[in-house]
């Protein structure tokens, strides 16, 4: 099914999270800017599994792909209009959307992407915030999935496959990274999200 090659994903994104943050990122890490956000999107994770489980996999992909599209045409066209503040309300409204998602679709990221891109203007700061958002998050989802039983010894072979893509993945992010500004990283995230949109909706 496609919801446990969903949870096989989440585990190698911790995997991949934990191995590549490293020592490097971890005195960037904005403990205030984060505690919020985690907090409530563990708590709305559950929520999100279990409406998963609930759910048709089609209808999953298609209201995930329009959040997507919502968010990156948001982001692109009025964010400039709109300026968020880091605070308590809003730390924890990001963390409940973003925590429900990554329950319901294991796509967190979006939201909190969305979020920290906004509140920060240090783009080492954002990331390592956003990576140690990430490797908390997939943890508490994937022990919900391992608690209600949806993990089984069969899926463990798909993990080397998920990893070397994921591997890839982080290296050509990392690349970017290194040489884009702020501004590029926002452009890159944006249509980044307009284009999984787009492939979710029309899959």
């Not at 973003?98 to 294991?106: H, K, P, R, T, V």
């Not at 290194?178 to 999984?196: D, E, H, N, S």
Request: overall charge positive; charged content about 10%; glycine content about 10%.
């Amino acid at each position: 099914m496609k919801w446990q090659s969903a949870i096989v994903k989440g585990f190698d994104l911790y995997i991949n999270s934990t191995g590549s943050f490293g020592r490097k990122l971890w005195k960037f890490i904005d403990w205030k800017l984060l505690l919020p956000p985690v907090i409530m999107a563990t708590v709305t994770s559950l929520l999100g599994v279990n409406t998963l489980m609930a759910l048709d996999e089609a209808v999953l992909s298609k209201i995930m792909g329009t959040v997507l599209l919502v968010l990156a045409v948001y982001f692109i066209f009025f964010s400039s209009k709109v300026h968020l503040k880091a605070g308590l309300v809003s730390g924890l409204a990001a963390g409940a959307v973003s925590g429900f998602c990554g329950g319901l679709f294991n796509i967190g990221g979006p939201p909190m992407v969305a979020y920290f891109l906004s509140v920060t203007d240090d783009k080492e700061k954002y990331n390592a915030t956003l990576q140690m958002f990430f490797t908390i998050n997939t943890v508490s989802v994937f022990l919900i999935h391992v608690f209600q039983g949806h993990v089984s010894g069969a899926m463990l072979p798909l993990v080397g496959a998920a990893l070397a893509g994921t591997a890839v993945g982080t290296a050509v992010g990392m690349f970017l990274f290194r040489r884009l500004t702020m501004t590029g990283i926002k452009k890159v995230v944006y249509i980044f999200m307009m284009c999984a949109g787009s492939y979710l909706l029309l899959s």
